[in-house]
């Protein structure tokens, strides 16, 4: 496996690969590496030839004030992780070589990146829209993998790739949670022991949701509402958001069925903002 920190030794790499007649596979993350990552890493192995990993702390996706200089960062135990997935070339750029000083041109996501997380987060979505552009411009990948943890993501840079022409796949992965339903997250190391313990309001919200609609509920209001008041009677967690919404457009829904849907949350969990989803059935 290879590590390369410059754009140009990386584009020198994959055309190579690409010479080679390989099928080229992106898996953008931030590091500190979990279970989630390693899934879509395996994905990608399946369905590539040669697998770029990604790791980048993406200074823009951060609002002044958000966790950028505290996010857990351990390169080595990283590429350890990565070389024993059989990856063939991990990126790992300094902000510095990502970013010129006087860059100023930014990829704006449109009304998709407004809601939900852009609605606390105003300007998070361009940052993943500009750093996920000139990262599938410097790979050149024929997929890109995402995963359905960041599910606003996943549906913002989908709809990116379609608006702008990309050529490029982007494939989705499935939540990859604990044990007890918590998702896998890199934040979740900021939760203290009690936090952790709470934490796992969000998964049981969703699954409270998926419950009522399997047994016929289909007022999104009803489920919608059942979330929040599962997540508000746990103590330590504050509600940011709690809503059923179309699984593609992300517009809240009045009811649900035959579209698919998908029940989203972010909520405060000590001092520790986290989200989750989950798909919302109708049988
Ligand atoms: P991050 O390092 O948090 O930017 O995540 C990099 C990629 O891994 C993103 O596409 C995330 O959606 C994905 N990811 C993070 N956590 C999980 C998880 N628990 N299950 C599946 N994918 C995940």
Redesign the pocket.
Known sequence: MERLGSKQEVRQAVGEARREGKRIAL???????????L??VSAARERADYVVVSVFVNPTQFAPGEDFEAYPRDVARDIDLLGAEGVDLVFTPSSEAMYAPDAEVMVEPGPLGAVLEGATRPAHFRGVCTVVTKLLSITTPDLA??????YQ??AVLRRMVRDLDLPVKIVG?????ECDGL????RNVYLSREERAAAIVLYRALRSAETLALDGERDAHVLADAMRSLVESEPLAEVDYAVVADAITLQPLDTIGPAPARGLIAARVGGTRLIDNLSLEVV
């Open positions: 898996v953008p993350t931030m590091g500190a590496l979990h279970d989630g990552h899934s879509l993998f995402f995963g359905e943890k960041d993501q996943l992965g499935p939540v990859v949670r998702a896998m997250s890199s």
